[in-house]
């Protein structure tokens, strides 16, 4: 089986930036789960929004 990444990946990787993706990763590991909410609540709106 091969996986293929499409164009889709490249643009949400330059879309968040490393900035957001190391800001994300240090409230993951100073909160754990307890930021999960706002993972739903940012999931769903994008999918109202978009």
């Known amino acids: 089986m091969k996986?293929?990444?499409?164009?889709?990946?490249l643009v949400a990787a330059a879309f968040i930036g490393p900035g957001t993706v190391t800001a994300?990763?240090?409230?993951?590991?100073?909160f754990g789960f307890g930021l999960l909410w706002a993972l739903v609540f940012a999931s769903v709106a994008t999918i109202i929004l978009q």
């Open 24 to 30: 994300c990763t240090m409230a993951g590991a100073n």
């Open 3 to 9: 996986l293929t990444i499409g164009p889709g990946a």
